[in-house]
């Protein structure tokens, strides 16, 4: 047998070992459900033959470090999401780390550098590596409350949490894949001249809207755009930088792997791959001599005229490189987003439907800018702004006077083996890493406000699955367990 032939045949018995063992995982998997014994889990992957396939290849090729399927990986996730360039990371913390980091770079001019000592606006409810980046870099985290209702930050609260001469990023997260108020958000940026940084990583497949005639149109519009017709734009696209995720939990999976974002300005890619690949000042590709043709000519920092430019370090950076194998199942999922995204809208429109005669006992999120839900869809607040989630998850609070705690609540989720999670961290500042961080640097962080809205989600909030792989069966067994476990309660 041939090298060609006997390569076909092992990706062939690949395919059917995926089939005969994982075949439950499919997109189109007709799982056998077997109500209180099966286990619905909050989230997970979703996968066939195809990214089996393509890691199988991948290490027969035996590259490991990041090649081939890297660079396409980057150029197709960039085309989806409608940015410059995308450089792809070990995680989406990860990301959040080189995103920010790139922003400190000696090559952007003063007046815009992050510093030590910089302020950086974030939310206070959500996930830590959202804020630990700022931490680490030696920025000082700002915290803005959260809106209970969308899980977001409070926007109108942006101008109370600025300090001129301080303030010089903005760093959230679109929470649950509900994206926040960007036109609030977009707008303070502008105005004071921040760098925006969006952590998409619960995001992705998300959508938001600029009205016809919004401020923001001719502003943030490209020279191809409509300006005189609504601007509709994936999240992740919108500010300077942005980070993904690819946890298996998440969205679309290549195992762990993250990705940042470079939205319009290019030259943040060389700084984001100089933080990501040690440091170094080179930008050849793995496995690539003397793209510049200038390898030994340069003369940089204290080093002698013709230094090895591979050799030569302009940032205090990290490696932080995936494999190429995850390039490879990334590139396979990636061609499933858009059916991974229809099948959690419509998951979570099921769940909302179902439980909506339990308003009395629970608050339901609703997207940004969104006044009310009815089966007919959402109406929407006088901004003209409209969001369109790619749901995370299903979250609901359970009201104060409800006459069951979130405690009970979860542990009969439990029980039932109905996956569940609460809003990540909660409010971060009550975090035991915070709170010593409070009591070693004092001023390492500041609060604006009271974050009554963050304590709420901390002590209200419990989100549920929606992911493609739930059937209608399992979503009817959760919704006939919560309704259930109400009646036993009343």
């Known amino acids: 047998m041939e090298d060609a032939e006997l390569k076909e045949e092992i990706l062939r018995l690949a395919r059917e070992y995926t089939q005969r063992v994982h075949g439950r995982f499919a997109p189109d998997a007709l799982s056998k459900f077997i109500p209180g014994e099966t286990e619905i889990p909050y989230a997970g992957r979703v996968f066939d033959g195809d990214e089996v396939s393509a890691a199988v290849e991948s290490s027969l090729d035996f590259w490991l470090t990041l090649g081939t399927n890297g660079k396409d990986f980057q150029k197709q996730f960039a085309s989806y999401l409608g940015v410059q360039q995308s450089v792809l990371v070990n995680s989406g913390s990860s990301a959040n780390l080189v995103a920010l980091a790139s922003l400190t770079s000696h090559k952007i ?47 109108e609260m942006l101008d109370e949490a600025y300090c001129d001469g301080k303030t010089k990023a903005v760093m959230i997260a679109h929470t649950l894949g509900n994206p926040f108020d960007l036109g609030t958000v977009l707008a303070f940026c502008k105005k004071n001249d921040l760098w925006l940084i969006e952590d998409n990583c619960d995001a992705l497949g998300s959508t938001y809207t600029l009205p016809e005639g919004h401020p923001l149109r001719e502003v943030v519009g490209k020279k191809t755009d409509d300006l005189c017709a609504p601007l509709t734009r994936r999240t992740g696209a919108w500010g300077d930088v942005s980070t993904q995720s690819f946890y298996p939990a998440h969205h ?3 195992g762990e792997g993250g990705c940042v974002n470079i939205v319009h300005e290019r030259r943040l890619k060389v700084y984001a ?21 200038k390898r030994f000519g340069w003369q940089l920092g204290d080093l002698p005229l013709g230094y090895d430019h591979k050799y030569t370090y302009s940032h205090l950076g990290y490696n932080l490189k995936p494999l190429d194998l995850q390039a490879a199942i990334g590139i396979e999922q990636l061609s499933k987003v858009d059916g991974f995204t229809r ?17 009395e006992f629970f608050d339901f999120m609703l997207p940004t800018h969104a006044n009310l839900w009815s089966e007919r869809g ?32 979860v542990q009969h989720l439990q029980g039932a083996k109905i996956g569940n999670r609460m809003l990540f961290g909660g409010n971060l500042v009550r975090q035991p890493a915070f709170v010593q961080l409070a009591k070693d640097a004092p001023g390492a962080f500041r609060i604006v406000g009271e974050l009554s809205g963050a304590d709420a989600l901390m002590n209200e909030a419990v989100f549920l699955g929606v992911y493609p792989g739930l059937s209608k069966a399992m979503l009817g067994y959760v919704v006939e367990c919560i309704e259930t476990f109400v009646k036993k309660s009343l």
């Not at 100089?274 to 043709?293: A, L, P, V, Y």
């Not at 099948?343 to 308003?359: F, P, V």
């Open 273 to 293: 791959e100089s933080f990501r690949d040690w440091g170094r000042d080179c930008w050849c590709e793995s496995g690539k001599d003397d793209t510049c043709n």
């Open 109 to 155: 001019q003063a007046s815009k550098r992050l510093n030590r000592g910089d302020e950086v606006i974030t939310c206070a409810a959500g996930f830590p590596t959202t804020v630990a980046p700022i931490v680490q870099l030696g920025c000082v985290p700002v915290f803005v409350d959260s809106n209970p209702v969308t899980g977001n930050v409070c926007a």
């Open 343 to 359: 099948a959690r809208k419509e998951n979570w429109a099921y769940l909302r439907a179902g439980l909506d005669g339990l308003a």
């Open 252 to 254: 679309m999976t290549m």
């Open 378 to 409: 959402f109406s929407w607040d006088e901004s003209g702004c409209q969001s369109d989630p790619s749901w995370f998850g299903f979250m609901l609070r359970i009201k104060p006077d409800s006459p069951f705690s979130r405690t009970k609540f």
